[in-house]
């Protein structure tokens, strides 16, 4: 799953026998990569979308594991732009039903943070370690040198959404002050998590940071979405599918 078509055409790409089938207004490409049977699918914007999106998947589809992929705002110190978060867990920064229920909690699940699934995220997070030692083999001298990608680093953690696009530093700010630990924010990954805890499904998350979440948060982004984080995105997903591969292989 990913947000935005910019995030997701990198992958439409080099699948080589997708199928569209549309439900609820939205393509679902279902076919193969790296020998393993995928549905490919833009969820559209926000936590809502996000939900819808997953729902299917899951009821129509019957997928064994989702994966969102896409772009997010650093929020920790030391998250900057071309890093990559896998996230651990994921929680709802809008989500206030207090005094009724604690601030972030979910209605009625006692739980305000998701966790996602462990071996999915090793997968992506070793596979994320490979590809940031080198960065211009991914994605040339000219793009690293443009936004400064030189010594991209991995980050493992909380990873926040809401229906805002932070875009002030006062806001930033003040989830840093509320949600000390999180690394970075998005509009859909807590979303999605809730509605595979609800359904037992494994579920991960993995975002390229493209902006700090602050003032800045507009400058170039759609560039660097397609020439960063939709190359980041094919390179995750076709090594963590290729590594499942390899382990149907051994084990048969």
């Not at 680093?153 to 229906?163: E, F, I, N, Y």
């Not at 800045?216 to 499942?244: I, K, N, P």
């Amino acid at each position: 799953m990913a947000a935005m078509q910019e995030e997701l055409g990198a992958l439409l790409a080099v699948m080589p026998d997708e199928r569209r089938v549309r439900v609820a207004g939205r393509d679902f490409w279902v076919g193969h990569l790296q020998g393993q049977s995928v549905v490919a699918v833009l969820s559209r914007i926000g936590k809502v979308a996000a939900a819808t999106t997953a729902a299917v998947l899951l009821e129509r589809f019957g997928v064994r594991a989702i994966v969102f992929t896409g772009v997010a705002g650093g929020l920790a110190p030391g998250v900057r732009v071309g890093d990559v978060v896998v996230a651990s867990r994921l929680l709802q920064h809008d989500l206030d039903a207090s005094p009724i229920f604690p601030r972030y909690e979910v209605p009625l699940t006692g739980h305000a943070r998701f966790a996602t699934d462990t071996a999915i995220s090793d997968s992506l997070a070793a596979v994320a370690e490979g590809l940031l030692r080198d960065p211009v083999a991914l994605l040339g001298q000219q793009v690293v040198d443009d936004f400064g990608l030189h010594a991209p680093r991995l980050h493992r953690g909380l990873v926040v959404s809401g229906d805002r696009f932070i875009a002030r530093a006062a806001d930033s700010e003040a989830l840093r002050h509320d949600l000390p630990d999180a690394l970075a924010c998005e509009m859909e990954g807590a979303a999605v998590a809730q509605v595979c805890h609800d359904f037992r499904v494994p579920f991960a998350a993995v975002r390229t940071i493209s902006d700090r979440a602050d003032d800045q948060a507009h400058t170039d982004f759609l560039r660097f979405v397609s020439a960063v984080a939709s190359r980041y995105s094919l390179a995750l997903m076709e090594g963590w599918l290729a590594g499942l591969s390899g382990a149907d292989a051994r084990a048969t």
